[in-house]
Nanobody
Framework: QVQLVESGGGLMPAGGSLRLSCAAS????????MGWFRQAPGEEREFVAA????????YYADSVKGRFTISRDNAKNTVYLQMNSLKPEDTAVYYC?????????????????WGQGTQVTVSS
């Protein structure tokens, strides 16, 4: 089992950058595929980005492609989401999630472990 704790959220003007971190507990972090999701008020949770166990493969939602970068450091049990060129529509609670399947997953229900979320607010 893995426990996830996100950090790095905050308030930024449009065009700014933020880096979210997600620290995982346990000694088997490298056996989990990881993902970032977000949920705006009144909206469903949506996929943002995912990364494979090794970090070699990544996948992004079209809405963030070219602006966000997911990465991981298995030695530090941490996954990151670098967010550049932020837009007001990026405002949401961002969640880190983990799964034990092989490959990249983009559906929230396929992830078995979730963090508590971190708020990102982008002002116009």
């Amino acid at each position: 089992q893995v426990q996830l704790v996100e950090s790095g959220g905050g308030l930024m003007p449009a065009g700014g950058s933020l880096r979210l971190s997600c620290a995982a507990s346990g000694r088997t972090f490298s056996t989990y595929g990881m993902g970032w999701f977000r949920q705006a008020p009144g909206e469903e949770r949506e996929f943002v980005a995912a990364i494979s166990r090794s970090g070699i493969s990544t996948y992004y939602a079209d809405s963030v492609k070219g602006r966000f970068t997911i990465s991981r450091d298995n030695a530090k049990n941490t996954v990151y989401l670098q967010m550049n060129s932020l837009k007001p529509e990026d405002t949401a609670v961002y969640y880190c999630a983990a799964h034990q399947a092989i490959g990249i997953l983009t559906t929230a229900r396929d992830y078995g472990y979730w963090g508590q979320g971190t708020q990102v607010t982008v002002s116009s």
